[in-house]
């Protein structure tokens, strides 16, 4: 609150900042036509009727999945992990109430007491600040809500995905966890771009950029802190039930650990929950990341709104490329598939891919011949903009499809990488084992920065042609940002494929849990469930085929989810650029003054490079401590409570016990991890701006490449034990037990460390946006030390959560004279304890 109430002195910040930015007026005709007359504001007025439709697409889906089949015995488990999702997604919304509060201190420090107003004064009316505020709340509850949808649609389907196994048929088993990830993903993107839509149509264009400003910062808050805290939940989760295979030599998902409903929860609460809030996010900054650019490099008005309307009717034209695609995918995959006993689940979910990004590839350059193909501006034509534009955004398209098979190459189950893990730990163990997986990690690295790099070089050169001339009539301006533009384009076309990216990311927490419900459920010890099944659904139970289709398919599962990490990864990155980018036009007055210190010959921007990578080391260690400590906790526990003798199940009092502690460990990580970032980006910002710029850019390109090994490395990991158990059929063997510990490594890698980089690095830049311009208006006007103070104030905060998430966070050890007895007696007090 003191810097809130700090900054009430301060005069106005010379420049406004990217709230104050005014959206010209999409209705006016003066400015720019188009398709025959038709204005910006009428034709994506269209553009909200297709997100309805697609929202009404993903509600359709939902009721199929929901209505599909389903034996009371595994609809009962579902449901119990569903009634336990709610509980921990409930907590977690009052969670991030608490955070949000944080973000308004500073929302009103800035624009309420420092942001220049119409009249050229400080502080903007009560009522705009209000306004960002609101829309600060509608993207909390944008991502809030998708994600809970997710974690519905996701529920349903796991327990009919298991029940249709049964039939001993391969494609049901496919197309439902399919079926509910398309749900997802069309509702995901239909609302995000219906939200934006009526942002860009509905509100005064002066306020627009508020509004804009407000929900971009809400969806990232709501996305970090879902992604950290599923990530750790999930992983807490997954390691306490996994480890108890090699403990108590049971077989996966026994209905007797009490690990196994957390576990199942944390596939909603880390692969379904963290992911959907994530892919709102990323569509909705890159968006706004977009539209700040153009409204600050571009300076004619009718270039603006051509270059505006362009881009969101690319965005509606891929939600009917995606969805298109995925009915054309499914009735060529019904027809090939649908008979069989068995196929390679691979196959038809890279045919969804690939055939996204080919339609997608063609609608590109149809739409924007159809907008831009006869653009002139001030009298000059620039007649082959249209085909640059749409080739530089191929750029990204491709990479969506690219990306996952370079992915594919590391972590598949067909991978020769993964294969290399589980031969090294047939002799090394699992020594030999991880080894293996740290090299497929570093080298998937490598290939990614390879192909990422000749990506956006190939958007760069396009970008040099007639996009320079129209976006700044000074040349030498117009090269550097046109470059800039080019790369926050790619990262829009990484997203050309958003509902099919979500959907099989979607796909792999279905089948992992449908996996989990079959063997809960205990449906084979059921007297007389053969002729149940007969009668009451007309087939005959196949039980073994069914098992076998089941971890198939949660191969197929992982694959997918590695495949779709990268892709958002990357975009965090190139997203970054754009938004860093803009902060960099706020800094130099538009490349027109102090240019000369983004360089490593300036001090605080070399600084600022070196501090950004010693902070993505910490939050991945971080991470990990949280994991680490509560899996610990977990296991204590579950050891202690698992029940063998004479048991068929475990107590569902014990099974929310371990919920419990995986809320409490998932909670108490996310809290210090954002608390640490919280500050460290105020601090940072405060203490120099070209410092801060430095951090920022280190910040994308160390994560970037920490993200992509620690994801691969993880994927590679997961599906070398997949193989051991589907395969070689060795569950229970030494070798087994070696692939169980290389997974329970690359669970925290996979699943926490690499994927929460995403929404770090997008909140840090953005929020960083409103932490820089409040300190570079404190120096403007003389309060060089105030800033100064604030930034020791806040690196001191940053360091007390920094030291909390080591070392608040460490696993006890009560009595160090005695270890053994210790672990064996005196943890059952430090638990209660806790």
């Not at 720019?32 to 553009?47: D, H, Q, Y």
């Not at 119990?80 to 109430?97: N, P, S």
């Not at 027109?592 to 001090?603: F, T």
Request: aromatic share 10%.
């Amino acid at each position: 609150m003191a810097l809130a109430f700090g900054a009430v002195s301060l005069p106005a910040i010379a420049n406004g900042g990217e709230a104050n930015l005014v959206l010209p007026k999409l209705n006016d005709p003066a400015l720019a036509t188009f398709l025959n007359g038709m204005t910006g504001s009428s034709l994506l007025g269209w553009g909200l009727l297709i997100c309805v439709l697609g929202l009404i697409f993903g509600a359709v889906i939902y009721n199929q999945v929901k209505n599909l089949p389903v034996h009371r015995s595994m609809a009962e488990v579902s449901e119990l992990i569903y009634e336990t999702c709610k509980t921990y997604m409930i907590t977690q919304g009052k969670f991030l109430l608490i955070l949000e509060a944080f973000i308004a201190v500073i929302i009103i420090g800035y624009f309420g007491f420092v942001a220049q107003n119409a009249q050229g004064g400080a502080g903007l009316p009560a009522s705009e600040v209000l306004l960002i505020l609101a829309f600060s709340l509608v993207g909390i509850a944008g991502s809030f809500g998708v994600a809970w949808f997710g974690i519905r649609i996701n529920t349903f389907a796991n327990s009919r995905t298991a029940f249709a196994s049964l039939q001993g048929k391969a494609f049901p088993v496919y197309a439902i966890p399919l079926k509910s990830g398309i749900s997802i993903g069309m509702l995901l993107i239909s609302t995000e771009l219906l939200i934006m839509l009526a942002i860009l149509l509905f509100i005064d264009p002066s306020l627009a950029g508020k509004c804009f400003i407000g929900f971009a910062i809400g969806e990232s808050l709501g996305a970090a802190a879902l992604r950290i805290a599923g990530g750790i939940f999930t992983k807490i989760a997954d390691i306490g039930s996994d480890l108890m295979k090699i403990v108590f030599k049971i077989k996966e998902d026994d209905a007797r650990n009490p690990g196994v409903i957390a576990d199942c929860v944390g596939d909603n609460a880390g692969d379904s929950v963290g992911p959907t809030a994530d892919g709102f996010e990323t569509y909705g900054v890159t968006g706004v990341a977009l539209i700040s650019f153009i409204m600050l490099a571009v300076p004619e008005a009718a270039t603006q709104v051509q270059l505006l309307v362009w881009i969101f009717v690319m965005r509606v034209m891929m939600i009917i490329a995606s969805g298109a695609s995925y009915l054309l995918n499914e009735a060529f995959a019904k027809a090939k598939y649908g008979k069989v006993e068995k196929f390679d689940f691979e196959h038809p979910l890279t045919s969804l891919v690939w055939v996204t990004s080919i339609v997608s590839l063609i609608l590109t350059f149809v739409v924007s011949k159809a907008l831009i193909g006869d653009l002139s501006i001030n009298g000059v034509a620039y007649t082959s903009l249209w085909w640059q534009l749409s080739l530089i955004i191929t750029f990204g398209t491709l990479a969506g499809a690219i990306i996952p098979e370079i992915v594919k190459v590391f972590t598949s189950t067909k991978s020769g990488h993964v294969r290399e893990v589980v031969t090294a730990s047939r002799e090394g163990g699992a020594s030999l084992n991880i080894l293996a997986g740290l090299t497929a990690g570093n080298f998937s690295a490598f290939w990614m920065g390879v192909i990422i790099v000749g990506l956006m070089t190939g958007a760069y050169l396009v970008s040099q042609g007639e996009l320079a001339h129209v976006i700044n009539p000074d040349l030498a301006k117009g090269s550097i940002m046109a470059a800039v533009f080019s790369f926050g384009l790619v990262a829009f076309g990484f997203l050309g494929m958003g509902p099919v990216t979500i959907a099989v990311d979607s796909y792999g927490p279905v089948t992992d849990n449908a996996q989990s419900v079959y063997e809960l459920s205990t449906i084979e010890a059921i007297p007389g469930i053969e002729a149940e099944v007969k009668k009451d659904f007309g087939f005959d139970a196949n039980f073994d085929k069914a098992k076998d289709l089941l971890e198939e398919n949660d191969g197929a599962g992982n694959t997918f989810k590695a495949t779709a990490k990268p892709v958002l990864i990357g975009t965090a990155v190139v997203g970054a650029a754009t938004m860093v980018f803009s902060i960099i036009m706020l800094l130099t007055d538009g490349l027109n003054a102090d240019v000369q210190k983004l360089s490593m010959l300036y001090p605080p921007f070399l600084l600022g490079l070196i501090s950004g990578g010693a902070t993505i080391f910490w939050f991945s260690g971080a991470s990990t401590q949280a994991v680490s400590t509560g899996a610990y906790r977990a296991v204590e526990f579950i050891k202690r409570n698992m029940k063998l003798d004479g048991e068929t199940k475990a107590s569902t009092e014990d099974s929310k016990k371990v919920v419990a502690i995986c809320t409490q460990y998932a909670q108490k990580g996310m809290f210090n991890i954002f608390m640490a970032v919280f500050f460290g980006t105020l601090a940072c910002a405060f203490v120099e701006p070209f410092f801060f710029i430095g951090y920022l850019i280190s910040l994308a390109i160390i994560g970037l490449y920490q993200a992509v090994f620690m994801a691969n490395a993880g994927g590679a990991w997961d599906n070398a034990k997949k193989i051991v158990e589907t395969e070689l059929r060795a569950k229970g063997t030494d070798l087994h037990a070696a692939a169980v510990i290389g997974d329970t490594v690359g669970d925290p890698f996979k699943d926490t460390s690499s994927v929460a980089m995403n929404p770090i690095i997008k909140f840090t830049t953005l929020f960083g946006l409103l932490a820089v311009e409040m300190g570079v208006g404190m120096v403007a006007h003389g309060q060089q030390t105030l800033a100064y103070a604030l930034a020791a104030v806040c690196l001191m905060g940053n360091l007390f959560f920094v030291y909390r998430s080591f070392y608040g966070m460490r696993i006890e050890v009560l009595n160090t004279e005695a270890p053994e007895a210790s672990l064996q007696g005196s943890n059952e007090v430090a638990f209660e304890s806790k």
